[in-house]
């Protein structure tokens, strides 16, 4: 079965304690995988798009990577601004883009 | 003004009552989405529209319809509605086949609650 799995639930961190989230993923073939930030009360929004293992994206103060079975959400000197839940997803080979199996998010809360 | 659009942002009904959420983008895009959130199962699809002719199911749609007004919107009705249907609801665009990189634009969300 086609599974998609955040770990931790939530994570504390201190300003400036630099982490890492974790994704992982069971799927018979990957076309793509996402991370997604949301904040409270709002919809989800586009981070970055991973296709093959290997491969890494920055932004800021996140980098995501990609391993054929896992990908890793890793922040660095994180700020308050920061606080957010991220959400990984993927699409599978046999489906169109935009179909999207997400996981449970990972809640982070960075405090000063 | 947002991109994406829902109507309404809450909404608390009663079992057995119909209910219809609306989504309206200006993006321009052909692709739109109604996804479900609940706490602990991250979003599921309910369905999805590639064009105006074009409706699939997703993952969940048992007990939803959908209908695609014209490019630019796009309505999830529940016909009765159960109280495992409260929830909150997204609605997403993507770009066209050529252009699309899997991104999705959400709205804002509808949260229905069902009494």
């Known amino acids: 079965e086609d599974q998609v799995t955040q770990s931790p639930e939530a994570l504390r961190l201190q300003e400036g304690e630099s982490s890492s989230l974790n994704c992982s993923y069971t799927v018979s073939g990957l076309r793509g995988l996402f991370w997604y930030r949301q904040d409270p009360g709002k919809g989800p929004e586009f981070l970055f798009t991973?296709?093959?293992a290997g491969e890494e994206k920055e932004k800021e103060r996140l980098k995501a990577t990609l391993t054929k079975k896992e990908s890793f959400l890793h922040i660095t000197a994180p700020k308050p601004e920061d606080s957010a839940t991220y959400l990984c997803?993927?699409?599978?080979?046999?489906?169109?883009?935009?179909?999207?199996?997400f996981g449970a998010g990972t809640q982070v809360v960075v405090t000063p | 003004d947002a991109d994406v659009t829902q109507t309404p942002r809450n909404r608390i009904t009663k079992t057995g009552k119909r209910i219809m959420l609306e989504c309206s983008q200006t993006k321009g895009h052909d692709r739109m989405y109604w996804y479900r959130q609940d706490p602990g199962l991250g979003l599921r699809l309910i369905y999805y529209s590639f064009d105006v002719k074009d409706i699939n199911k997703g993952e969940i749609s048992d007990g939803y319809s959908v209908s695609r007004q014209a490019q630019a919107k796009f309505s999830l009705s529940l016909e009765s509605a159960i109280p495992n249907q409260t929830a909150l609801y997204f609605c997403a665009t993507s770009e066209p086949g050529q252009r699309n990189t899997g991104e999705l634009f959400f709205g804002e969300g509808s949260r229905l609650t069902v009494l």
């Open positions: 997803a993927a699409t599978m080979t046999t489906d169109s883009w935009g179909k999207l199996q």
């Open positions: 991973l296709y093959s």
